[in-house]
DNA sequence: ACATTTGTCAACCATTTGGTTAAACTAAAT
DNA sequence: ATTTAGTTTAACCAAATGGTTGACAAATGT
């Protein structure tokens, strides 16, 4: 049995409003548009999730849950850490070409309202940085790679990964990209992005 | 004479506009909000400024030329590439620790609303990245820098200097730093983003 | 001095929007 | 068959919101 997903009314709305607040965001997202994503009556949003605000705090915190796995794989995992900048930069660029919206809605939404991180990191699975912090640490100590906080190289990683999503419409324009182009080159990131990171921090 | 900012009403409006435009995005933004801003009466924007979309367009280009500068400065100074990803990253942050809102303004509305950018396209001083390919082709083929395309190379440079502002909140969550030693940690990237470039790139 | 344009404001308006209500429907339990 | 609990809907509501109007003041030109 995997993740399959049940098809209670709930779920049947969380999915609707998943894809409206995520396209438009919580300010310009209508309920009543959520309500005809779901085919139902726009009183049955209320029914379910009582208020706008309510129902956009259960779509947040559903869209995070699909991200936090993928932060704890390169905080926590048992491998080296070439290895962990190699697998998660392959993983989150081909979750991120499924999810293409994901990003951009969390970072947008934590900008409108930054105390909601405090309500995540209370969550169990909030992606801790230490594990990988004494790792790096140990690493730069061992002369493997070249003196960086790993705070620095954390924000460089994530940078790298996440931000030629988010700036998709802004890279485009720059680059003359159309959208097969532009997938195309982040197919190529796949491999390419950890090379970069890789080749910065090897001695 | 600098660019100094003369105070005529409409200056004074896309001022108290910009403001909230950048803190809460267009579809959260009150007109009455930014009528108070600006300490004058909620018709005087509509005198001055048809509509809220029209307001809303004259803030967008007017940050959006703020940073076409910085961004024409990489690709097409007289400079070799070390020395334009040293001042790029270098300006731009200091840029950007000025108007923290920026990014993720331009960013997100771009994101709402894609065909925005041929708008920009069109205007004058739209960035252009042919210069700045045939210096990175140049110098690959000389074998002073890995191989690397001009665009994945491009890309890895905004990548880095931008998302740590746009992603900001997050970022703080999972370092768990307060908004002091994150402000430090932007100020040393000044330079240590430009090394890790660099050392990624150079042979 | 007078007329005309330009700027400013309080009050108003039409529409949209999140949310509620009361009634109707459904299906299982008694 | 009747009760009961949960589900669904159309109609409704109050508040908020972008935008307008008409009266009035302040410049500006003649």
């Known amino acids: 049995m995997t993740t399959e997903e049940q098809s209670t009314p709930e779920n049947n709305i969380l999915n609707a409003a998943k894809e409206i607040f995520q396209k438009k965001g919580m300010a310009a997202a209508r309920m009543q548009e959520i309500a005809d994503e779901a085919g139902i009556n726009k009183a049955m949003l209320h029914y379910y999730y009582r208020s706008k605000e309510l129902l956009f705090e259960a779509v947040f915190k559903s869209a995070f849950s699909m991200l936090a796995p993928q932060l704890n794989e390169i905080m926590n995992a048992d491998t080296t850490i070439f290895e962990k900048i190699r697998n998660f930069s392959?993983?989150?660029?081909?979750?991120?070409?499924?999810?293409?919206?994901?990003?951009?809605?969390?970072?947008?939404?934590l900008n409108r309202n930054p105390e909601f991180v405090k309500n995540l990191i209370a969550e169990k699975n909030f992606p801790n940085i230490s594990k990988f912090?004494?790792?790096?640490?140990?690493?730069?100590?061992?002369?493997?790679?070249?003196p960086i906080t790993a705070e620095q190289l954390f924000i460089n990683i994530m940078s790298l990964n996440i931000f030629p999503f988010i700036g998709a419409p802004l890279l485009k324009g720059?680059?003359?990209?159309?959208?097969?182009a532009y997938k195309k080159l982040m197919e190529k990131r796949k491999t390419e992005v950890s090379d970069f990171i890789i080749n910065a921090v090897k001695i």
Do not use: T, W
């Not at 081909?94 to 951009?104: D, G, T």
């Not at 912090?133 to 070249?146: D, H, P, S, T």
């Open 174 to 180: 720059f680059l003359n990209f159309d959208d097969e």
């Open 90 to 109: 392959s993983n989150y660029i081909s979750f991120v070409l499924k999810h293409p919206y994901l990003p951009n809605f969390i970072i947008q939404e």
């Open 133 to 146: 912090k004494l790792q790096v640490n140990e690493k730069v100590a061992e002369g493997i790679i070249r």
